[in-house]
């Protein structure tokens, strides 16, 4: 198969980034590649999903895997994965012999270890420049998912119309679900078991990069996970504080120790990011420096910061995020030709330990384990988002009162950057707006 041909089958399928970010995987499909990955680091406390899948479907991912290596050129083929998962790597490693390209890069249970530049430089030992893509240095990423839905599409047929996700926190029966995408937040939780909290906040996606959601909210090729906390709960509380009060506890507080910098991994990796020089700046709107500002591009949100470093528990993540808005919002694009600094020499002794950072985030006592169930969950109506993907949401092409099977086209891909949607049940399209289809049984 030629690398024409796949990126066109992915397309028309539907398949995306399915590790949070949504970038339409055959745009990824390129011939500099001289090395993937496949990113099954799972770095987020709680997630399970990943290595879940790895290990029970190890063959079909890694013949997929190997496939894809072959139709870009690419040289090796590496599987970042964590030492802890030994399950997973045991299931991987009865097969390795048959795919020559593959090799294992082993990581250590720290986080962001699935952080694409850190997961690179990991594995490879490459650095992505400060604003640059993985492909510039001939690297391209691939999630466990997007690679399995690749395997089911390319195998069987199915274009995406479901997604796995955790489902944790404070429910009686933590559970990884294959649910039709369009389910609601509130039918995946009650399997498993409901809410054992009186209002419960949905957070949706891993501890440190996920948003606070809603129960009607529908789940996404880019959900991964639900975590169901009580309104008091410390992320829950630091979510919901707003900017200006932020700012002034930063003007309060923030003592310039410098320890937010200090355990940044991209700073650590030779990137100019220096959260506590902005918050030093952004209190004083002191814009004498304005690279300290346009250096917040570089950012990749992770959240140490403000979720483990900081003593004094301020938000540098979240005002970083506010000043990073602002300035896209006013065409400020991050600089370019910016070189990295060589590796911090103490990098490997500012590694953030998961376990610590689950302690610290007040979710060690949601630490349990999430059978992976594989059965679709049966549901009765969906909403299915055209926009579900980095790029321009997909063209309708139905229409109120048509009826539909599960896999059958419901959106063709836009001009440029986009990709199909097809439907996750069987029944009848009861809407159909600029922004989502609805199906109904």
């Known amino acids: 198969m030629d690398i024409q ?21 055959y745009a990824k499909l390129d011939r500099r590649a001289d090395t ?44 970042g994965i964590k030492k802890a998962y030994r399950q997973t790597i045991a299931a991987l ?89 369009g389910t609601t937040v509130a039918e995946a939780v009650a399997a498993a078991g409901g809410s054992r909290c009186e209002q419960p906040v949905y957070w949706l996606g891993g501890p440190m990069m996920g948003d ?41 507080a923030c003592c310039q120790c410098s320890l937010c910098t200090d355990l940044c991994p991209r700073h650590l990796l030779g990137h100019p990011i220096e959260p506590h020089k902005f918050m030093r700046s952004a209190i004083f709107q002191d814009i004498r420096q304005p690279e300290i500002f346009l250096n917040t591009l570089f950012c990749s949100s992770c959240g140490l910061c403000e979720n483990y470093s900081c003593m004094q528990g301020l938000s540098p993540r979240t005002l970083i995020a506010d000043y990073k808005a602002g300035l896209k919002a006013h065409g400020v694009k991050p600089p370019t030709g910016v070189a990295a600094e060589p590796a911090a020499a103490a990098r490997d002794l500012r590694q953030v330990p998961l376990k610590r ?8 006592r949601y630490e349990q384990s999430a059978p992976f169930k594989e059965d679709l969950l049966a549901v009765t109506r969906v909403t299915l988002p055209l926009g579900q993907h980095i790029g321009a949401p997909a063209v309708p ?22 990709i199909a949607l097809h439907a996750s049940i069987d029944g009848r399209v009861s809407a159909v707006t600029d922004r989502n289809i609805v199906i109904q049984q």
């Open 5 to 25: 041909e796949l990126s066109a089958i992915l397309r028309e399928g539907g398949v995306v980034g399915a590790g949070g970010a949504g970038f339409p995987s």
């Open 212 to 252: 606070i959601g809603t129960a009607h909210q529908p789940v996404l090729k880019t959900t991964n996970a639900i975590l169901v906390l009580p309104p008091d709960h410390l992320l829950v509380r630091r979510k919901t504080r707003t900017a200006a009060i932020d700012l002034k506890r930063a003007a309060a």
């Open 397 to 418: 092409v139905v229409h109120p009162g048509d009826m539909v099977t599960i896999g059958q086209l419901l959106a063709e891909p836009a001009t440029g950057l986009s």
């Open 36 to 79: 993937i990955i496949l990113n099954c680091a799972e770095c987020e406390p709680l997630l399970k999903l990943h290595r879940q899948l790895l290990e029970k479907y190890a063959r079909e991912i890694m013949d997929t895997f190997h496939l894809i290596a072959d139709c870009v050129g690419a040289a090796e083929a590496v599987i």
């Open 93 to 181: 490693q009865e097969h390795t012999g048959a795919y020559p390209k593959i090799r294992l890069g082993l990581l250590d249970s720290v986080y962001p270890a699935g952080d694409e530049v850190v997961l690179i430089y990991e594995t490879t030992g490459k650095t992505v420049p400060p604003g640059g893509l993985p492909i510039t240095g001939g690297v391209a990423v691939f999630n466990v998912e997007t690679v399995y839905n690749i395997y089911r599409l390319l195998h069987h047929g199915q274009p995406v119309i479901d997604k796995l996700v955790t489902v944790a926190g404070e429910v009686p029966a933590p559970v990884t679900l294959r649910v039709p995408l």
């Open 357 to 364: 950072l689950t302690a610290r985030l007040d979710l060690d």
